[in-house]
């Protein structure tokens, strides 16, 4: 159920009250969570719309249901699949957008305190998002190791094999393990890191939620544990979790980029947002 009674902590449910807020010296500490929304914009779709290139590609590669491209023992006996959409996904390929350069401007304002991706796109990085201040919760193209002995890879070697189009193969003698990019597959466990940093978000006095579902664990329930103390927002195409149901949650519904340069308007940042996605 919507929460429609009065606010506690912003003056309103709306972008002027957010951006007021974020001006005071009670906000300290903003969280944020990522998901694929942010990047949409960038050319990289979720993978819920039937229509993109990508879902249409993964169509082509005679998966048995979708999400047998990130399952281990699929990818063991046929690495083709996911090399294909790593060949598609790899960094390089695209810019940040500008919520990624919010989030950046977040940090240079020292407000940031962590931002947790879902993503695997590595835009964060390429945004300038410093890499203490970032959880890439399911690993990323970044670096690789062989699933069998998890000896690394080099990176270099990676992607020009990548781009190629070429299967790599451990280099370790007697190993030939299959190299995979450190990408969170189903079955594999969360990075600890994320574990630790989870907890983290109990001290929060603001929370962004930009471009996700709110739909994969341990994301589902990240959000319901900011306290309710510090309001919550939901940057998103449609509802998400249980944003909406506390009394400082604000719903802005519409494409990210847009909504974020409203904000960073009201804030007084909107050239910083500007020039800053300019060197991206
Ligand atoms: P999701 O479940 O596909 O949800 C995406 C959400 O973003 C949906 O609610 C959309 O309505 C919303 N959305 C799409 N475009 C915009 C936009 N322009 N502005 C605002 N909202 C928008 O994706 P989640 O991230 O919630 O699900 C988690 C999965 C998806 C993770 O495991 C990711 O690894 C995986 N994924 C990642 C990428 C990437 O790295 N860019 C791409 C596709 C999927």
Redesign the pocket.
């Given at each position: 159920m919507l929460y429609d009674g009065p606010t506690t902590i912003l003056e309103g449910r709306d972008i002027a009250s957010v951006a007021k807020y974020m001006k005071s010296p009670q906000c300290k500490q903003v969280f944020v969570i990522l998901?694929?929304?942010v990047?949409?914009?960038a050319g990289?779709?979720?993978?819920?719309s039937p229509r993109t290139r990508l879902y249409a590609m993964l169509a082509k590669l005679n998966l048995p249901y979708p999400r047998a491209v990130f399952e281990l023992n699929y990818f063991r006996f046929h690495p083709t699949p996911f090399y294909t959409l790593a060949r598609e996904?790899y960094p390089g390929r695209y810019r940040p957008t500008l919520t990624h350069t919010f989030v950046k401007l977040l940090s240079d304002r020292n407000l940031l305190h962590t931002c947790f991706t879902?993503?695997?796109?590595t835009l964060e990085r390429q945004a300038g998002i410093p890499a203490e201040k970032l959880v890439e919760a399911?690993g990323s193209f970044a670096s690789q190791r062989c699933i069998d002995c998890k000896k690394e890879y080099d990176s270099a070697r990676m992607r020009e094999a990548i781009e190629k189009g070429e299967i790599v193969v451990c280099d370790k003698e007697s190993c030939g393990g299959l190299v995979k990019p450190d990408i969170v597959f189903f079955g594999e466990s969360m990075p600890e890191f994320l574990s630790q940093s989870i907890p983290k978000i109990g001290s929060a006095d603001l929370l962004f939620v930009i471009?996700?579902?709110?739909?994969?664990q341990p994301f589902a329930k990240l959000a319901s544990m900011a306290p309710e103390s510090c309001p919550r927002v939901l940057?998103?195409?449609?509802f998400?979790g249980d944003i909406g149901t506390r009394a400082d949650d604000v719903l802005l519904l519409g494409?990210?980029?847009t909504i974020v340069r409203d904000l960073c308007r009201e804030l007084g940042w909107e050239e910083t947002l500007d020039s800053e996605w300019a060197k991206t």
């Open positions: 998901g694929a929304g990047s949409t914009a990289i779709p979720d993978f819920r996904l879902q993503n695997i796109d399911n471009g996700t579902s709110l739909t994969v940057i998103n195409l449609d998400a494409r990210c980029d």
